[in-house]
């Protein structure tokens, strides 16, 4: 047999139906030994889950609220009630709000080397930096992963970066992944594998490893991975988890479709610029400017190493602008407690917050209007935020802490030296599963804000209507369905999408579609390149789904995103000559014959016709046709 990359090795392994694997880019089953939610798109992939008929699911399963659990009113908590029983009704693992970050959580106490997953969120690739393979994706494909312990994904082509060196004094793991970024740009891993190796990578903690597959995500790339080895060891051994451990590497000789080689001891700090994760910039380079907040925590950087090393620095001086920590997990809450660090980040003045996502996703920890953000997370879209007008930018928690102190961009001048932790055990905070007997007596709570999905109608053979809304590059899903302070309603899908969707682009869309759809038309949207990027959210192709688009033609789509469109019904499409972007408007009639899904497709708009390429796969056709994801399940799953 030929030598394999790791990546090949656990494809191989989990691949369904056994066999050579499949080429680049064409569709690959893998068995899935874990799936997951957090609580942003948790309900809707529970209420698809019990649409499903699903008495019980297949995978280890888990349930994680981390997103919106501020407690103002009924929605959020009508939200983790149906979460935490359902949960119980389908043998999910419930994590309560409060005991941490889904992907944080999902390292300490779940993800083995060698395992493969996916989960409804984005920065589910984290979990390569313990040698798995996970996958972002939408509520409906992990809600079908439960289902049927099978996830289906295009062969990515695997790119092998060559990690040299090690890391000096002041540079950390986020300096690496933001140089992976400036090499590759916010699209350049799309299709691609990252799998780190060389001595190196053998130099990081598992934490560290996490740090940079993480945001593997802000590339586009499928997933990253690190090898599994004494490292690895170590890490789960200070977890009580020695024996999950197995060492995994690449065949000596495997082959890989490209190579980027990184000397660690060459990096400098790094900054991610307002408004893209892609905007790198050395700190030295923007050192002296002023800042108004600064946030340390998110799936990113929020391990005991990163919450210390910022502690250490901070130590006995006080921060000159508000500094907000969220924790990973209660875990490493804990072992903050326990080393001291937490009172002393208190007498710095620090305002620890909830170990949750928080400010990441805008529940709460703004920054002023016109204020500039510094945090250690792994987004800086416009308005994420939930301030329209601040300005993020995105550094490791060196220069995070080194800033706090002087309130403007600062390079860490000092070495740190951080107290080792001491191991601790909160696995008792997750609800676990109840044999099958007594979970089907269990009642599944439905408080007044946990709404019945929308029913969806098939495809039409024609979608016929307006361009409602004429979009440049880079739109995010943050752009097209914000979550911040609207994500109580993330159950709610006609308050959501008439609240939210494109609301910050335009707020007359909701109100424009509603009128278009009611008089029995679609509607169209055009976008440029990479639209979709950012997050899983399913809501992003659902409420748009609602408010009557049925198609979306771009230059270009980010893969998630695309999937979603597909399982909600919106037909996906790409130009087949980028320059005819320039030949539609916003309000076009515009037409599309969609009669034949694998025939020629173009736009009819003002007597042209502009031809058009699926972005969908073959295998979504009759999924489209059918209305979506779901009414295709439930019409072949009959009985
Ligand atoms: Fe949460 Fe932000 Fe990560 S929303 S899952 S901390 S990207």
């Known amino acids: 047999m030929r030598p394999m990359n790791l990546t090949e090795k656990i494809f191989a392994a989990h691949q369904v139906d056994g066999g050579a694997l499949p080429q680049a880019g064409e569709v690959v089953t893998l068995g899935i030994d874990e799936a997951f939610t957090q609580d942003a798109t948790g309900t809707m992939c529970m209420l698809q889950l019990e649409a499903m008929g699903v008495d019980r699911v297949k995978p280890l399963s888990v349930n994680f609220v981390d997103h919106s659990m501020m407690q103002q009113g009924f929605r959020n908590p009508d939200d983790h009630e149906y979460l935490r029983t359902v949960s119980k009704r389908l043998g999910i693992i419930f994590s309560p709000p409060g005991t941490g970050i889904c992907h944080f959580l999902n390292i300490e106490n779940f993800v083995k080397p060698g395992m493969t997953g996916v989960g409804a ?14 996958f972002g994706a939408g509520g409906y494909d992990v809600a079908l992963a439960m289902a049927t312990g ?32 400036s090499i590759l740009g916010v699209k350049g891993g799309k299709g691609k594998v990252l799998e780190y190796t060389g001595p190196g990578a053998a130099s990081l903690s598992v934490p560290e490893r996490a740090t940079i597959t993480n945001m593997g995500a802000e590339m586009g790339a499928s997933t990253s991975i690190f090898p599994s080895d004494e490292r690895t060891r170590a890490y789960l051994e200070s977890r009580g988890r020695g024996d999950d451990y197995q060492p995994l590497s690449a065949d000596e000789g495997a082959q890989y479709a490209e190579e980027i080689r990184v000397d660690l ?4 700090p790094l900054i991610a610029i307002y408004p893209s994760p892609g905007n790198v910039e050395t700190v030295a380079s923007r050192a002296g400017t002023k800042i108004h907040q600064v946030c340390v925590g998110s799936c990113t950087n929020s391990s005991f190493e990163n919450i210390a090393s910022f502690a250490e620095t901070l130590k006995g001086k006080k921060v000159a602008v508000d500094t907000l920590l969220y924790p990973g997990s209660r875990a490493v809450a804990m072992q903050l407690a326990d080393s001291g660090y937490l009172t002393s980040l208190w007498r710095s003045g620090v ?3 909830e170990n949750g996502c928080g400010a990441c996703i805008g529940q709460g920890g703004s920054p002023i ?30 220069v995070a802490a ?11 001048d000092q070495p740190v030296d951080i107290r080792p932790a001491e191991q601790v055990d909160d696995t008792a905070a997750f609800v676990m599963p109840v044999p099958l007997a007594e979970a089907r007596q269990i009642e599944v709570v439905r408080g007044p804000n946990i709404m019945p999905l929308p029913d969806f109608d098939p495809l039409p053979s024609r979608i016929e209507g307006e361009v409602m809304l004429k979009l440049g590059d880079n739109i995010s899903t943050d752009d097209i369905q914000p979550a911040g302070i609207y994500l109580p309603l993330r159950s709610n899908v006609k308050e959501y999408a008439m609240q939210a969707t494109f609301n910050q682009i335009d707020p007359t869309f909701a109100e424009r579609c509603v009128v278009v759809r009611d008089a029995g038309g679609h509607g169209v949207l055009i976008g440029r390149d990479n ?3 950012g997050s899983s959210r399913e809501h992003a192709a659902l409420c748009p789904r609602w408010l009557g688009i049925r198609a979306v033609v771009v230059v270009q789509f980010a893969r998630i995103h695309v999937a979603n469109l597909v ?13 005819d972007y320039e030949r539609v408007s916003q309000g076009d009639h515009v037409r599309i014959d969609v009669s034949d899904l694998q025939g020629e497709l173009f736009l009819e708009v003002g007597g042209e016709r502009i031809p058009l390429e699926p972005a969908f796969e073959p295998k979504d056709v009759e999924v489209l046709q059918a209305g979506g994801s779901l009414p295709y399940f439930k019409a072949t799953h009959r009985g």
């Open 121 to 134: 969120d984005s920065h589910t690739v984290n979990a390569g930096g313990m040698g798995a393979i996970y």
């Open 150 to 181: 099978e996830y289906r994904i295009p062969m990515p082509q695997v790119v092998r970066v060559v990690l040299e060196g090690e890391l000096r004094e002041g540079v950390m793991a986020m300096d690496v992944i933001l140089k992976m970024l």
């Open 265 to 268: 001891s060459e990096l400098e």
């Open 351 to 353: 305002r620890v917050m």
């Open 369 to 398: 209007s016109k204020g500039v953000s510094l945090r250690t997370f792994n987004r800086n879209f416009p308005k994420r935020s939930g301030t329209p007008d601040a300005e993020v930018h995105l550094v490791s928690p060196l």
């Open 402 to 412: 080194a800033s706090a102190l002087a309130g403007e961009i600062a390079m860490p």
């Open 531 to 533: 639209y979709g990027q």
């Open 567 to 579: 399982n909600f019904g919106i037909v996906p499409l790409t130009f087949r000559d980028p320059n």
